[in-house]
């Protein structure tokens, strides 16, 4: 990932797409055909989530090894490390690069629901020592990602430590373990983005801190009931300019909140690449498994764009059904 950024022209915007593995035969059939058309729109990679303590291990891994070699995209799995085993993790990162897949999204991850935080082999208790882990293991073959939190990171319901302040150390140590990018959790507030990015850049203590490569995460908003909901287990607090774009009469039409929320994301990408002095070019979006309302931005947005050199987007706009 970090190679390929390094080759794109200074002012070059890109994106990239995270996807789930579908738990149906159908969600799977759905998904594959919705791969190859966003394929078409040209994301400069594609991430697959993990679930919680290893739970859909061979679906993540079979969706990661065809995007990678069926699908010739550049790959980037996500790996947790709470909860789990050392036989799991080492088990993916070679499966991964028998499949040829060179990025790394490095996480904690949380407990699968009813356990506790840190049972399983416990030798790995936060993000860096799976930093630490595949560094020691694998040297540079993998290119690695870790997460940011640009309005800090909760534990559980516990909302009294969500602070970027508290998490700051614990950052600039992953990172000099060897990470090699940032992607953010979701968010609105452009402003707490900004701010984020300006300290993590500017921090002394993070080696090459000036160049790293942040990509702010971004989740379309489908329906007003998803969107609440996203932000709120995301802990993503939403501007009230914002907030006031959806007004009662329009939250029931999710087809009016769905034109919303692309206007919404292609404002808020505007600020971003407008306000960081074009420093921050890529765009990470959280797909949940959808379409269309990330084609629409892409096309309509004047950051993003210019990435299309045909009429992909045509293509690429399906009837968001079955996402599983
Ligand atoms: P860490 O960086 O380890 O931080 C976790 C917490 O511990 C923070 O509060 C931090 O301040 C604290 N901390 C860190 N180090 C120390 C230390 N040495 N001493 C004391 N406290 C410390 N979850 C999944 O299950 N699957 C996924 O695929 C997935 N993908 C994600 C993708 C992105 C882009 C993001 C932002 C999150 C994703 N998550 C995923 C969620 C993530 O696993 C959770 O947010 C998790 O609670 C924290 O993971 P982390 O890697 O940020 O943890």
Redesign the pocket.
């Known amino acids: 990932i970090v190679e390929k950024y390094r080759q794109l022209p200074e002012d070059a915007a890109f994106f990239s797409l995270?996807f789930?593995p579908p738990k149906t035969e159908t969600g799977l059939r759905n998904l594959m055909a919705r791969l190859g058309r966003m394929s078409a729109l040209n994301p400069m990679f594609v991430?697959v989530?993990?679930?919680?303590g290893g739970s859909t291990q061979s679906k993540t891994l079979e969706l990661a090894a065809t995007c990678q070699k069926e699908l010739g995209l550049t790959t980037c799995l996500?790996l947790?490390c709470t909860n789990t085993d050392r036989e799991k993790i080492d088990h993916a990162l070679k499966t991964a690069k028998d499949n040829g897949i060179k990025n790394i999204?490095?996480?904690?991850?949380?407990p699968p629901r009813g356990e506790d935080l840190g049972s399983g082999s416990g030798e790995f208790?936060?993000?860096?020592d799976l930093v630490r882990y595949i560094r020691k293991h694998y040297g540079d073959y993998f290119c690695i990602g870790?997460?940011?939190?640009p309005e800090g990171?909760?534990?559980g319901s516990d909302d009294s430590?969500q602070s970027v302040e508290?998490?700051f150390p614990?950052?600039v140590?992953?990172l000099n373990a060897g990470a090699d990018f940032l992607?953010?959790?979701l968010f609105f507030d452009v402003d707490k983005f900004l701010e984020y990015e300006k300290k993590v850049k500017s921090c002394k203590e993070i080696k090459n801190a000036k160049d790293l490569l942040i990509l702010p995460?971004l989740m379309p908003i489908n329906g007003y009931q998803l969107f609440n909901r996203a932000a709120k287990l995301s802990h993503a607090s939403v501007p009230k300019e914002i907030q006031d774009r959806f007004p009662d009469s329009i939250q029931g039409d999710d087809n009016k909140v769905k034109e919303v929320g692309v206007q919404v994301l292609i404002e808020m990408i505007d600020k971003i690449y407008g306000n960081s002095d074009k420093k921050i070019r890529g765009f990470?979006f959280y797909t949940l498994n959808l379409e269309k309302s990330i084609a629409e931005i892409i096309d309509r947005s004047p950051v993003l764009s210019k990435i299309l050199e045909n009429d992909d987007v045509e293509n690429a706009i399906d009837e968001d059904v079955d996402a599983d």
């Not at 989530?49 to 919680?52: D, E, H, I, L």
């Not at 208790?125 to 860096?128: F, K």
């Open positions: 995270e789930f991430t989530t993990w679930g919680a996500h947790t999204l490095a996480l904690r991850g949380d208790r936060y993000a860096v870790v997460a940011g939190y990171h909760v534990e430590e508290h998490d614990y950052l140590e992953k992607v953010t959790q995460g990470h």
